[in-house]
């Protein structure tokens, strides 16, 4: 299984972020799977963002204040991220991860540096 994000660069505050996970080799629409999203700011650890399961019901961290939605196009094989009203604070890199149910991660993105400025 291979994914893949998509790279949005550089943005400024207030506006939306969108990013796009490919996934390849395997289906998103798979049984016990979660689709999520993590990132990992400067200096600090692993941040679970979210994810969309295999029947599209999706979950979200709360500490992002309901800033985050999650969405797919299983005609694509792929889903995306939205975080609106970024600051400097959300600057990061943000992956794609598949997560089994009842396991951690085992498929990664190489990760996307989003920044975050005015």
């Known amino acids: 299984v291979q994914l893949q994000e998509s790279e949005p660069g550089l943005l400024k505050p207030s506006q939306t972020l969108s990013l796009t996970c490919t996934v390849s080799g395997g289906s998103i629409t798979t049984n016990y799977q979660y689709w999520s999203w993590i990132r990992q700011s400067p200096g600090k650890g692993l941040e679970w963002m979210g994810a969309?399961?295999?029947?599209?019901?999706?979950y979200y961290s709360p500490s992002l204040n309901n800033r985050t939605s999650i969405s797919r196009d299983t005609s694509k094989n792929e889903y995306t991220l939205q975080l609106s009203s970024v600051t400097p604070e959300d600057t990061a890199i943000y992956y794609c991860?598949?997560?089994?149910?009842?396991?951690?991660?085992?498929?990664w993105g190489k990760g996307t540096l989003v920044t975050v400025a005015s």
């Open positions: 969309i399961a295999q029947d599209g019901t999706t």
């Open positions: 991860a598949r997560v089994p149910k009842y396991y951690g991660a085992d498929y």
